[in-house]
């Protein structure tokens, strides 16, 4: 499949350009079609109750149900060119609206990871199969029966002309005054509904410090917004629904009252009375239709800006040549990271380089950028300044999908899929099972696995249930060294575990430097610090010391006791 240009929306329905025209055309015949019942009962009044020919009227009733077949034809056509047309999109635009997703949620930060593109992209289809469209392309074909009228009387026509400029008024009013609400509407609820997914993963908090009443407060009073935009929109559009009805019945009498009069004035003949009434009905069909599913364009609408924004502003990774394996070599040069959302730096001007093979860890208090600058090693986050390279090549540019296979990454809150646990450990991929068991070996989690039910084809639920937090970390361990990486980065990686745990970590990295593996561990406890080469401290952001362990060590020793030495002093003073 050709890669579309930026990928947009628009591009995307241009490829479906002829399909569009088809059902344009196709409408064109079937809105001349329509005609044919009017025509058929002018035919029928004035030619056959006149001559009283049975045979004109078998004739007739025959042509009629050939071009009324016909138009069943048609309309049958023109529904399934849409339904193709809508299956199109999706080929064209599922993979890229899933990948814009995640990146919407990767640039983020997480504050904007929705499945609500996808949500949108379902929405579009449906209403591109649905029968209000049609009112769309049936619509432009009115002037065809106000010219009929015309011919039949101009009475009628100037009736025909004033009663669709009416109604057409009556929808212009409608989008006025509903598709505001219908717009915040939308908002909210988006809004209600990712406060209720939030809510509802983190369930045991909320039950456990009975949070319920609180929340279920917070999601009613969003719910309500919602409520009272939607029955704004409602009301108001039902307001105008009902006026379009009751003046639609009313022109429909009208025009027959017209013709009568015009027949008691002889000016047309009984036939092109009550003709004239059915094509009446049958031009302002379409706004009516309009008008009643104008809530359902509305929301298309919101759909396909929403959609199009997304696609502009997550462009498609520009097509590179492949790199080759790296070797492992990283170079942080003037390094500064803003996380998504954030206002200010997170990390600021970190230099430093990491030979291939070499083990860094990195260490400080909270909040001093540990995790800001793992995403930025992997090239998650993008450089506000300066770069990572790996083998020389800015991390940030390499494809992930490419970059994903010599890397290992094992994040502070480990989320494990939806499947079974060999297919977590290689990461969804074909499973090879000699990589899969020596990478759980290597994490020290294999014994562990075996004791469970079904071993590495237990299922793991959607939240990782059924595992501990150890187990859940080392499994996530697993994931990280599957298929030798070059790279790994592992924050906090014994945050969950016990001494046994521990000790398999230990192994672990003893058996990446082994390997030539470039490793970074982000830490907060010393005992992982005892297979590592150089220490990297860093202080709200900035690279405090860097350098071999011992010696980093030894000047924090130093920094530290004379700290205590003046504070002693100070002390004593007092
Ligand atoms: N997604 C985000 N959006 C906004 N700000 C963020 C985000 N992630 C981190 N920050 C900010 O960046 C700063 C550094 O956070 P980071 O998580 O890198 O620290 P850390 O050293 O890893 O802390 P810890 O040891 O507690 O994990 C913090 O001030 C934090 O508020």
Known sequence: MPALPQSSLKAALAACKHSFVAVGFFSLFINFLMLVPAFYMLQVYDRVIASGSESTLLMLTLILTLLLVTLGGLEWVRSRIMVRVSTRLDTLLGSRVFDASFKQALFSGGMNAS???????????????????????????????????????PWFGWLGVLSALLLIALAYANERLTNQAL?????????????????????????????????????????????????????????????????????????????????????????????????????????????????????????????????????????RMPLPTPQGNVAVQALTVTPPGAELPAVRGLNFDVAAGESVGIIGPSGAGKSTLARALLGIWPAQQGKVRLDGADVFSWHNDELGAHVGYLPQDIELFEGTIGENIARFGPIEPHAVVQAARLAGVHELILRLPSGYDSVIGASGGALSGGQRQRIGLARALYGNPKLVVLDEPNSNLDDQGERALNQALQHLKACGTTLFVITHRPSVLAHIDKLLVLREGMQALYGPRDAVLAELQAAQQQAAAQSRTTERVQ
């Open 183 to 319: 717009q915040q509407a939308s908002q909210e609820h988006l809004a209600a509904t990712a406060f209720t997914q939030k809510s509802l993963r983190n369930a045991e908090v909320v039950a456990s410090m009975g949070m319920l009443p609180q929340l279920r407060q917070r999601w009613q009073s969003k719910n309500n917004k919602v409520l009272r935009l939607q029955s704004i929109a409602s009301d108001r559009a039902g307001t105008i629904a009902a006026a379009a009805k009751t003046f639609r019945l009313l022109i429909q009498s009208l025009v027959l009252g017209l013709g009568a009069y015009l027949v008691l004035e002889q000016e047309i003949s009984p036939g092109l009375m009550i003709a004239g009434s059915i094509l009446l009905g049958r031009a302002l069909a379409p706004i009516d239709l309009m008008i009643g599913v104008w809530k359902g364009f509305s929301m298309a609408r919101t759909q396909y800006v929403r959609l199009n924004e997304l696609l502009l502003e997550v462009a498609v990774p520009p097509k």
């Open 115 to 153: 499945s609500q593109p996808l949500n949108d992209m379902s929405g579009l289809r449906a209403f591109l199969t649905g029968n209000g469209l049609f009112a769309f392309f049936d619509a432009p074909w009115m002037p065809i029966y106000m010219g009929v009228m015309f011919i039949f009387h």
